[in-house]
């Protein structure tokens, strides 16, 4: 990908709109790993096609993909807690796709994966704590809950007996949050670095056929460009509607 003279050519927009869509929907069959961690921090697969997308196509394009995938979810599923966790989302998304496509970027050797997958890895596990413990959480107690931290006490107790309103942060960002997202990256950075050859030279392939050279490249790339924006437009729109006007 790295030969295309524009950025955002046919190739690209097609891959984008094609990763939003597959994140989006792995994002949606999420599961409880109830077992292991309280019942609301659901696993799903979604990162691996985020960070597939992300190498191949580059910081940008897994931006774009991780607002597909939270657009996406919202029109199918809505929100819960009035968009904050779909927030907590973005940001955690940002936290990786950002520093690991820039590393990816600048050094496309197998090393080089590695590093990014580490890096973008720490990062967004940082995010993730940072949100619950800035953001999520505190927005769950005080509008959801009114204030009080019982409801989630009372979902962690199976696990965490001792837990308190005092010591709740200490058993949920560092025994619950932590361990769960570096497992979400570990799981995705491993499947990801197995197959993401195979995917790139699929998508190589699919540059030749959406991306000829020779008159019309621009016209085709502007058509997809404005199909793609007008999507976006539609998604937004309909998570909008989904909340205020049917939810």
Same mark, same amino acid.
């Given at each position: 990908m790295s030969n295309d003279r524009s950025y955002f050519n046919s190739t690209r927009i097609v891959m984008i709109a094609l990763f939003g869509a597959l994140t989006g929907l792995l994002h949606i069959a999420k599961f409880p790993l109830s077992f292991a961690f309280p019942s609301f921090l659901e696993f799903d697969f979604s990162d691996l096609t985020l960070f597939i997308g992300t190498f191949a196509l580059g910081p940008l394009s897994g931006c774009?993909?991780?607002?597909?995938?939270? &657009?996406?979810?919202l029109v199918c599923v809505g929100t819960a807690n009035m968009f904050v966790g779909e927030l907590a989302n973005l940001l955690i998304g940002?936290? *990786?796709?950002? %520093?690991?496509?820039? #590393?990816?970027?600048?050094?496309?050797?197998?090393?080089? /994966?590695? #590093?990014?997958?580490?890096?973008?890895?720490? !990062?967004?596990?940082?995010a993730a704590i940072f949100a619950n413990r800035f953001l999520l959480i505190p927005f769950y107690v005080e509008i959801m809950f009114k204030g009080s931290f019982e409801p989630l006490l009372g979902m962690m107790r199976p696990l965490f007996p001792a837990i308190t309103e005092g010591n *709740?942060? /200490?058993f949920?960002?560092?025994?619950?949050?932590? %361990?769960?997202?570096?497992?979400?990256? &570990?799981? /995705?950075? &491993? &499947? !990801? *670095?197995?197959?993401?050859?195979?995917?790139?030279?699929?998508?190589?392939?699919?540059?030749?056929? #959406?991306? %000829?050279?020779g008159e019309g490249t621009k016209t085709r790339t502007l058509v997809f460009a404005l199909v793609f924006a007008a999507v976006l437009v539609l998604l937004a729109a309909f998570a909008l509607l989904r909340y205020f006007v049917f939810e």
């Amino acid at each position: 990908m790295s030969n295309d003279r524009s950025y955002f050519n046919s190739t690209r927009i097609v891959m984008i709109a094609l990763f939003g869509a597959l994140t989006g929907l792995l994002h949606i069959a999420k599961f409880p790993l109830s077992f292991a961690f309280p019942s609301f921090l659901e696993f799903d697969f979604s990162d691996l096609t985020l960070f597939i997308g992300t190498f191949a196509l580059g910081p940008l394009s897994g931006c774009l993909i991780v607002i597909v995938k939270i &657009l996406i979810k919202l029109v199918c599923v809505g929100t819960a807690n009035m968009f904050v966790g779909e927030l907590a989302n973005l940001l955690i998304g940002f936290a *990786f796709v950002i %520093p690991a496509g820039l #590393l990816y970027q600048r050094f496309r050797t197998l090393k080089g /994966a590695v #590093l990014s997958l580490v890096v973008g890895s720490v !990062c967004s596990v940082a995010a993730a704590i940072f949100a619950n413990r800035f953001l999520l959480i505190p927005f769950y107690v005080e509008i959801m809950f009114k204030g009080s931290f019982e409801p989630l006490l009372g979902m962690m107790r199976p696990l965490f007996p001792a837990i308190t309103e005092g010591n *709740f942060y /200490a058993f949920y960002l560092w025994v619950s949050v932590l %361990p769960f997202n570096v497992m979400r990256c &570990l799981i /995705a950075s &491993l &499947l !990801c *670095f197995l197959i993401y050859k195979h995917v790139s030279r699929l998508i190589n392939r699919l540059n030749e056929k #959406l991306s %000829p050279k020779g008159e019309g490249t621009k016209t085709r790339t502007l058509v997809f460009a404005l199909v793609f924006a007008a999507v976006l437009v539609l998604l937004a729109a309909f998570a909008l509607l989904r909340y205020f006007v049917f939810e």
